[in-house]
């Protein structure tokens, strides 16, 4: 993957940025910078994503002003980069998977991401479709006193119930994996949406199991239990796990 550094050597426009921190990602090069002493990220996304990096434009621009996400600054099209403002918080990956937090205080987050998603979905959706925001994983979202989403390159058209299902597997996957609390946590996140967006998520669990699988391409050591619960989750339901792990 390229460094930030060399865009900031060969592109004139940017020769004064400080790198802060460089941040991760799987596809492009992400770093915290300041310009002009003004925090910033600078996303630089590889030639053959351009696409991508005009769908996470799209819904910054719109969303910005009524969502919590961050605001968009420029769009160099020339460059493939995209310059937003910076997010100071904590991961929510980090949090919710933190032995010390308290359970009282998870749930009071899960809920908060319920809602988040309700009102990204809400705000992007029309009379026949809806806009989701693709790649829902705890790792794309911030907390300080509010949740932040971040990172919607993989943003389309779509139903719900895909971002739910794949926040539900994060939820689920993220070590420690499949534990009690976790899928109480679930359950408490499905909840939550079903009361912000009545309606619009029905027998999800097949879902739930198709997003676990999806996550062996990235997390092939953990194959063999993806695919059991995944197997579980399809054949009995969420609740009905739930049950037996009481």
Not at 22 to 35: D, G
Not at 112 to 123: G, I, M, R, T, V
Not at 130 to 152: A, E, H, S, Y
Not at 193 to 210: D, F, L, V, W
Request: net charge positive; hydrophobic share 35%.
């Amino acid at each position: 993957m390229r460094d930030i550094a060399e865009l900031i050597q060969n592109v004139s426009k940017y020769k004064d940025a400080i790198v802060q921190v460089r941040l991760k990602s799987k596809k492009n090069t992400v770093a915290y910078v300041t310009m002009d002493e003004k925090p910033r990220v600078l996303k630089w996304f590889v030639p053959g994503l351009k696409k991508q990096m005009k769908a996470e434009y799209e819904v910054l621009k719109e969303g910005s002003s009524k969502l919590n996400i961050p605001t968009i600054h420029d769009l160099d099209e020339e460059n493939n980069l995209l310059i937003m403002g910076y997010i100071a918080g904590e991961n929510l990956c980090d949090i919710i998977n933190n032995e010390n937090t308290p359970t009282n205080e998870k749930q009071k987050l899960i809920v908060l991401l319920a809602k988040w998603f309700a009102d990204f979905h809400n705000h992007f959706k029309t009379q026949v479709q809806f806009r989701i925001r693709g790649d829902p994983t705890l790792r794309n979202f911030i907390f300080n006193d509010k949740i932040w989403g971040v990172d919607f390159e993989e943003s389309r058209m779509g139903v719900p119930s895909e971002d739910i299902a794949g926040a539900c597997a994060s939820i689920l996957s993220t070590d420690p994996m499949f534990t009690k609390e976790k899928f109480e946590l679930c359950k408490l996140f499905l909840e939550s949406y079903e009361k912000s967006a009545p309606g619009r998520i029905k027998n999800i669990s097949n879902e739930i199991a198709y997003a676990i699988l999806e996550k062996i391409q990235w997390r092939p050591r953990d194959e063999e239990v993806l695919r059991k619960y995944s197997k579980i989750i399809k054949n009995y339901g969420l609740d009905k796990v739930l049950s037996s792990t009481r």
